[in-house]
C-alpha cells in the first residue's frame, strides 16, 4: 500500500490550494478514505472522509463549507479542494486509508504535504 500526498505549499489568507493523494497497492475503489492533519505542536484532527463511491463526504465543522473532498476511481487519486485557508489551517495534511471512526488506528497514511497559510 502506498499514499502519497502533493499539492501542499504556502498561500496567503483566503486562497485555495487543491491535494492530491495518488494511491496504489491497494484496491483504491474499494476503501473509505480520508484526510486527517497536524499542526505544529498538536495532535491529529481529521478532516474529512468519502465513501467508496464518492457519493457521500463527511467534514469536520472546523472545515465544512470551505473544503470539498473526491476520489477519481480510475485514476486512484484522493482530493482536497481547500477554500478561504485561514492561518489556523496551517498542518501537515496527510491521507489515509481509514474513515472517521478508523483514522485513529494502525492505518495505511501518507507522509503528508506542508500547507502554510500566512500573510
Known amino acids: 500500500v502506498q499514499l502519497v500526498e502533493s499539492g501542499g505549499g504556502m498561500v496567503q489568507p483566503g486562497g485555495s490550494l487543491r491535494l492530491s493523494c495518488a494511491a496504489s497497492g491497494f484496491t483504491f475503489s474499494s476503501y473509505v478514505l480520508s484526510w486527517v492533519r497536524q499542526a505544529p505542536g498538536k495532535g491529529p484532527e481529521w478532516v474529512s472522509d468519502?465513501?467508496?463511491?464518492?457519493?457521500?463526504?463527511y467534514y469536520a465543522d472546523s472545515v465544512k463549507g470551505r473544503f470539498t473532498i473526491s476520489r477519481d476511481n480510475v485514476k486512484n487519486i484522493l482530493y482536497l479542494q481547500m477554500n478561504s485557508l485561514k492561518p489556523e489551517d496551517t498542518a501537515l495534511y496527510y491521507c489515509a486509508r481509514a474513515s472517521r471512526q478508523s483514522w485513529r488506528g494502525k492505518v495505511p497514511r501518507g507522509q503528508g504535504t506542508q500547507v502554510t497559510v500566512s500573510s
Open positions: 468519502i465513501n467508496t463511491s464518492g457519493s457521500i463526504t
